[in-house]
């Protein structure tokens, strides 16, 4: 029954409760929900004209709007006067919301180079264009991409107090990468041995560690029975990062103490990163054909369909309960019916694929759509699921996550993706090898990077040629919906900082895979393909915000220069040293971490320029308050015996920092666990381990116990979360199984 196309039409039928497995008819089984809306056939002004445009088309059609009103082209133009523009770049004509908002900077450079023609555009533009950013508003890191090499060969010439020649600088954009040269007279300064480094971190080294976002690690070479070990010298390590504080500290005070210094990279600042205006989305003037007339989509669910038919690829950050699935199918439709689109593909978590698409048949009773189950895409049914999406003129594709994954792409676009990059390292060692100067450093960095990637290529080419007649380039979708997009932000992140907390390095098969279709998609329509929909775009680290930028606006950071992590964090980001507690939980240890945001307001425009951001607050969502407005924590203090095993804790943790020991015998993550076990109740680690009166369990049952008397009347139902100890130890005690005895 699930393989019949309009099962999800019968489906929709009724209004279905999963978790209690009522169901109740649904509207259309007692009226006409979709009705005929007649389609607007002549309107009194050019104005309405316009707005009937951009809801029928999506932007704005003079012909259309002209047959509309029965005047010609000119007057309707002269009627709508500064409410639209023309674009000079694309000869199109644009809303005024839409052409005087985004990067208002670059478009009033093209207006002017346009000629007296496009007056009208520049006074327009030139009382939008934000105030600039002033020199105490801007954080100058060093290794930040738009300061260019000529200052940092001149701060590390006043810094070593040598010659500029005496310490050449070079910087590959592409790959975010500086390289400093020094001579002879910069390396043996007293600045460099020791007023900026140490006797075993020399000022220049730590200065070029600094550029590429790198904090200096110091080594001791021990022998160890017969072979040699590198262990880490904490004392060294500290005066160097000390040393190199002392450098960054030194260049912030350096960047902006001359005038005429100041006064230029104030203006490349502005130029490349305060160009933003933000725009308004009012999708007030939109009517939903087709739709049921028993549901009606609330303001930011209009204004977010109307953000996805005119902006461009969209994240919708909304709050759980928003109703992203509605705001999808809408903005989907819209875009069909105004000819934006031609098939869109929604892709779901494998749990949710039945009740999207029934939902999408609740709003859209009319709607085609196609539902791919997992049974679709075993080997012998694949190509015939590809021969109905490629044939069928479908208003929805829907498939789940694991499901689209295996939709791969073309072996020919793979091939194409690896030679343009190496064709680029190509262009790169050209120029480089052509200029002449110090880049020793830069050439090899190069050639090891087009070798990895012809590496890549020849092992593409040996694979055999398997088709199995379902390739995503070839099914001719144009637009991907994609619901909780955070499953897919753990994208390989290139970078050149080490042990450094909170940055992503690796990444999953999974993420990669969106990510080259996201970047076909862009590539066959600049700009647009792509809706993510998730209620929690960034919840562990600052990497995530990169990685939404690199999957929805890559234009966005490539023109700025930052397309390379590394350039974009040492613009909007800091490396942080500090020291956190070890993993026995005894001592403290010296950590980098990635964890302030630097030059946070620019950052905020690039993001909110293709986000839609509601949250539980600005939507008012109905939800209870806290007792007390906060949660009440209780404090538990530890056992004699838990004190003493975690005496036992710190002693493995010093041995595997002392000396090797082999993983399988012990290893920080053990260490790690059985630190969480020890928390939990000591009788997790130690059979003989007393109950101890105070200890957490005890606390949380009589807490529990309370709260079940006190709220007896309205019979209050507590849910208690433990996500350690539910499966017995081998001497067969549980904190789970303790729990529900006492």
């Known amino acids: 029954f699930k393989e019949d196309p309009d099962a999800m039409l019968v489906m929709s039928l009724e209004d279905y409760d999963e978790p209690t497995g009522k169901a109740t008819n649904a509207a259309i089984m007692t009226r006409d929900v979709v009705g005929h809306r007649r389609p607007v056939s002549a309107v009194r002004s050019a104005e309405e004209g316009l707005l009937v445009s951009l809801n029928r088309h ?35 004509w644009e809303t005024a919301d839409a052409y005087l908002s985004g990067n208002v900077r670059g478009k009033l450079d093209v207006a002017r180079a346009a000629g007296p023609k496009f007056a009208r555009n520049v006074r327009s533009l030139e009382a939008v264009q934000p105030e600039d950013v002033l020199p105490g508003d801007i954080d100058a890191n060093l290794g930040a991409p738009w300061i260019p090499e000529g200052d940092i060969r001149a701060f590390a010439a006043d810094l070593f107090k040598v010659a500029p020649s005496d310490v050449p600088v070079s910087h590959l954009k592409k790959d975010a990468l500086w390289s400093l040269e020094p001579a002879y007279a910069a390396r043996v300064s007293v600045a460099a041995t020791a007023d900026f480094g140490t006797v075993r971190a020399n000022g220049t080294w730590l ?11 110091i080594y001791d070479t021990i022998q160890n029975g017969d072979r040699e070990e590198k262990v880490v010298n904490a004392e060294e390590t500290m005066a160097a990062r000390e040393k190199q504080k002392l450098i960054k500290e030194r260049f912030r005070a350096f960047v902006f103490a001359d005038p005429d210094r100041t006064e230029r990279l104030v203006r490349i600042y502005n130029d490349t990163y305060n160009n933003l205006r933000p725009r308004l989305f009012d999708g007030s003037h939109l009517d939903f054909p087709g739709m049921t007339d028993g549901i009606a989509l609330r303001a930011h669910q209009k204004d977010a369909v109307w953000r996805g038919m005119s902006g461009g690829n969209t994240l919708l950050a909304h709050v759980v309960g928003a109703g992203k699935t509605f705001t999808m199918s809408a903005t989907g439709m819209k875009m069909k019916q105004a000819g ?13 694929l039945e009740q999207f698409a029934r939902e999408f048949m609740q709003l859209y009773p009319n709607a085609r759509l196609l539902v791919a189950a997992k049974e679709d895409l075993t080997r012998d049914r694949r190509k015939m699921l590809t021969a109905k999406i490629a044939s069928g003129d479908w208003d929805g594709i829907i498939v789940t996550h694991s499901s689209f994954e295996r939709i791969g792409m073309s072996k020919d676009y793979q091939e ?32 090891k990077q087009k070798a990895a990637r012809e590496e890549k290529l020849k092992n593409l080419l040996a694979e055999d040629k398997k088709d199995d007649g379902l390739v995503f380039d070839e099914l001719g979708v144009d637009h991907v919906f994609v619901d909780e997009a955070h499953y897919f932000k753990n994208l390989e992140t290139p970078t050149k900082m080490d042990r450094v907390a909170g940055i992503q390095t690796g990444g999953s098969e999974r993420a990669f895979d969106l990510y080259m279709k996201a970047r076909y998609l862009g590539q066959e329509h600049p700009g647009h393909g792509v809706t993510f929909a998730t209620g929690t775009p960034i919840s562990n680290t600052m990497v995530e915000m990169y990685t939404m930028q690199r999957f929805l606006d890559p234009e966005g950071l490539r023109s700025r220069g930052i397309d390379h992590f590394d350039a974009w964090a040492a613009t909007f980001g800091e490396v942080v040293d500090t020291m956190e507690i070890a993993p026995d939980g005894a001592g403290l240890r010296p950590r980098s971490r990635f964890a302030k945001f630097t030059n946070l307001p620019e950052l905020q425009q690039m993001f909110r320029a293709f986000s839609d951001v509601q949250t539980a607050e600005m939507l008012n969502l109905p939800r209870p308050t806290l007792a007390g407005g ?80 006190r709220t007896a009347p309205t019979r209050g139902t507590q849910l208690i979360f433990s996500d350690i100890g539910v499966n017995p130890t081998p001497w067969g005690y549980s904190p789970y199984a303790e729990i529900v005895d006492k």
């Open 340 to 352: 934006l689109v031609h098939k869109p593909m929604y892709v779901v978590p494998n749990h949710l």
């Open 207 to 217: 200065l070029e560690l600094a550029l590429n976002m790198k904090s200096p690690t």
């Open 58 to 92: 999506g932007g704005v059609d003079l012909d259309f709007i002209a047959r509309l009103y029965g005047k010609p082209e000119s007057q309707v133009e002269a009627e709508l006067g500064d409410l639209i523009f023309k674009d000079p770049e694309s000869g199109k």
């Open 416 to 447: 194409e993706f690896l030679r343009e990059q190496i064709a680029e390292y190509d262009q790169l060692l050209l120029e480089h090898a052509a200029s002449k100067g110090p880049n020793r450093n830069l050439i090899k960095t190069i050639e």
């Open 630 to 709: 906060k949660p009440v924590v209780v404090a538990s203090p530890m056992s004699d015996e838990q004190q003493a095993l975690q005496q036992e804790l710190v002693v493995r943790y010093e041995k595997l920092r002392s000396q090797k020991v082999d993983p399988r015998i012990d290893n920080a993550l053990a260490i790690t666990t059985d630190g969480r076990k020890l928390a939990t109740d000591a009788r997790m680690l130690d059979a003989t381990a007393p109950d101890f009166p105070d200890s957490k369990i005890n606390k949380l049952v009589d807490n529990v116990v309370a709260v079940w008397q």
